[in-house]
């Protein structure tokens, strides 16, 4: 999730467990062969094996409009060491649209089919190539030409969010078109939308029958999410989570900086309020801090005794 699962939270949740498999923020690519730099800034795991320090692997993911610059930079992703090689077709930013990238090219299967078939001919056949899609841009009328677009043109398999590009991050979530894709496609589909909790989890395998579910901002709320799902653990409260907090922040810190930093613990301070009072108490302390120092006296006050 850009501007939030950079490699700082990816690595810490891989440290959590309970994840498969991660794909990167997207990196964007316009009209060139992007330098490795840029790819080994977005993705600094293609350094260490294309995994986390905790071994989940990590596969690149690229947004952009042009067959072959996608299809380059996906061959270079993939000769670093991406295993795999995930396309961006559902970002529904406004900037990012108008430059011909992400959701916009729902509005085109054909132009999808064309940028997955050659980034399939770029990356080597042993990786996979797989798409995340919306279900359209204004309509979800057009979901399965979207979604057999991507599986025509060679996708491994699809991640599907539930929502169009107009309906934005609005609750309403079409699970139940997600298991029309599903019925529809040979290749594997992925499910995404809305699951917060191991009940929805259950709830979006129920009524999509996909088996694979990829989730995303009820992860940051609740990182032990995983593990919740796969064997009925307790969710953390602030006690368990703490020590995380305080590795999250040195961590960025050491990243990116303490502006970036004492940011960063704002914002998962406030995702993980959704589902603990306590780190939303610990949010209204933090929210004012605009130091190091403010944030670890705000983070220290909320010490948990045995921590
Ligand atoms: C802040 C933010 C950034 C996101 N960045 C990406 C991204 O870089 N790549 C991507 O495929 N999806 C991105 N998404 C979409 C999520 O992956 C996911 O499809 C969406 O949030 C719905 O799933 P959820 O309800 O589990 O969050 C982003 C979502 C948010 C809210």
């Given amino acids: 999730m850009e501007g939030v699962v950079d490699p700082v939270l990816r690595g810490l ?15 964007r ?12 800034r977005d993705a600094p795991e293609l350094s260490t094996g294309s995994q986390t320090a905790s071994g989940t692997p990590v596969v690149v993911q690229l ?8 299809a380059v930079n996906a061959r270079r992703a993939t000769q670093l060491g991406s295993p795999g090689l995930d396309l961006n077709f559902g970002c529904p930013a406004k900037t990012v649209n108008r430059h011909d990238g992400g959701a916009a090219l ?10 997955v078939r050659a ?26 030409d979207i979604a057999q677009a991507a599986a025509a043109g ?7 969010h539930g929502r169009t590009r107009d309906e934005g991050y609005r609750p309403v979530v079409h699970w139940d078109l997600i298991a029309r894709i599903a019925e529809a496609l040979k290749i594997p589909v992925i499910a995404n939308g809305e699951v917060w909790s191991p009940a929805d989890a259950a709830d979006i395998r129920r009524v999509t029958g996909c088996r694979h579910i990829m989730v995303g901002r009820g992860w940051v709320a609740r990182p032990f999410l995983g593990h919740e799902i796969r064997s009925g653990r307790a969710p953390a409260g602030l006690t368990e989570l703490w020590p995380w907090l305080l590795r999250f922040f040195h961590r960025s810190e050491a990243a990116r900086g303490s502006a970036f930093a004492v940011a960063r613990c704002k914002q998962w301070v406030r995702s993980l309020s959704r589902n603990s009072p306590e780190c939303a108490v610990l949010f209204e302390r933090i929210k004012i801090a605009s130091t190091s120092a403010e944030m670890l006296a705000g983070l220290q006050s909320a010490r948990p005794q045995e921590a």
């Fill in 13 to 27: 949740f891989s440290e959590l467990g309970g994840v498969d498999l991660m794909v990167t923020e997207f990196i």
């Fill in 154 to 160: 060679g996708a491994s398999w699809i991640t599907v």
């Fill in 119 to 144: 980034t399939r001919a770029a990356v080597a056949a042993h990786l996979p190539v797989s798409a995340k899609i919306r279900l359209g841009f204004h309509d979800t009328s057009a979901c399965l």
């Fill in 106 to 115: 729902l509005r085109e299967p054909a132009r999808i089919e064309k940028i």
């Fill in 63 to 70: 947004l952009g409009g042009q067959p072959d610059v996608v």
């Fill in 29 to 40: 690519v316009t009209d060139r062969e992007l330098p490795d730099h840029v790819f080994l």
